[in-house]
């Protein structure tokens, strides 16, 4: 008895191991390689060369020496964890960043071989030639088809009423609307459904025959069926224009893009072939995230 209450004292005396904490031996921060993005970031015929790109807000760098080339009449897909600068790099691409006093853009960013920084470039005939597609829908409070009709009247695309007629016409028809909308032109936009007026939007982008559009989350506010249609739109439109769209969802970005770009934390991480990247991803940080570990 006297021998069991001996084992006992003397267990109870042994210090108590408290539970640590695993750390990862390789946190996120630190396996990214700034400047160097895996994989097929470059392009033999580029519409877009950009180098060394970084954006700063105020003393915030939220771009890091990203470099990567956009294709002529690729679809490129940009995805990657909420916050990790995809919008902001998109945004870059048509100079929306210049609406932000605290924002600075470094690098060089060419689009057919000229710089697009360039402080005598024409901002309003570069977004003719780069249009953007918005998150949620926003067509102007004007009938539809004074929505698409207003790109070309103010850069002069159309003399005459029947060549606005005609562009108007082939506008909303790229965009699968034309069928839906013909006989109620002369109704407000805003009263179209979510779907109808994103794709309103992209008849709007594409009426001033621009060689690039940009697309953040195009989809994000609109139901599956909507998604579908904007989607297969994508397919379309990628025939006659170079397309960029960021976007949360990896199933669209596998379903509409030739290739994938991961962000992470404001570096360009890895870019390929987008069926490569979701079956054999290079970097680990991208199997990471389309596994589902974070994001």
């Given amino acids: 008895m006297n021998s069991v209450n001996t084992t006992i004292a003397s267990e109870a005396t042994q210090p108590v191991e408290t539970a640590v904490p695993v750390q990862e031996s390789k ?27 970084e954006v700063f807000y105020g003393e ?21 964890p909420s916050g990790c600068g995809k919008s902001t790099f998109l945004r870059c691409l048509n100079r929306m960043n210049d609406s932000i006093d605290i924002c600075r853009v470094n690098g060089t960013l060419q689009l057919d071989d000229h ?16 249009g953007m597609v918005f998150q949620k829908p926003n067509p102007f409070p004007k009938s539809i088809y004074d929505n698409v009709a207003y790109g070309p009247r103010i850069h002069g695309l159309a003399n005459r009423k029947s060549d606005l007629d005609e562009i108007v016409e082939s506008s909303l028809r790229k965009a ?14 805003t009263g179209m459904s979510g779907g109808q007026q994103q794709r309103l939007c992209i008849a709007r982008a594409i009426a001033v025959s621009p060689e690039v559009v940009l697309m953040d989350e195009p989809c994000s506010a609109l139901d599956p069926i909507a998604t579908a249609k904007v989607e297969e739109l994508i397919a379309e439109l990628s025939e006659s224009y170079t397309i960029v769209i960021v976007t ?23 870019v390929n072939e987008t069926n490569k990247v979701f079956t054999s991803p290079e970097h680990e940080l991208t199997e990471s995230y389309i596994t589902g570990r974070f994001g």
């Avoid at 710089?115 to 780069?130: F, N, Q, S, T």
């Avoid at 699968?176 to 936009?189: H, I, M, Q, S, Y």
């Avoid at 030739?258 to 962000?263: D, G, K, L, P």
């Fill in 248 to 270: 949360h969802s990896m199933q669209q970005a596998a379903r509409v893009s030739h290739r994938t770009a991961y962000f992470h934390l404001g570096h360009l991480v890895e």
């Fill in 27 to 53: 946190p996120a921060e630190t396996v990214i390689e700034e400047g160097k993005t895996v994989g097929n970031p470059f392009s033999n015929d580029p519409k877009f060369k950009l180098r060394d790109v």
């Fill in 176 to 189: 699968g609307l034309w069928d839906e909308v013909k006989d109620r032109l002369d109704a407000t936009a």
């Fill in 115 to 130: 710089d697009i920084y360039d402080p005598k470039r024409d901002v309003v005939e570069l977004r003719a030639r780069v």
């Fill in 60 to 80: 915030t760098r939220a771009i890091k020496k990203i470099s990567l080339d956009i294709a002529r009449n690729e679809v490129i897909a940009f995805i990657g």
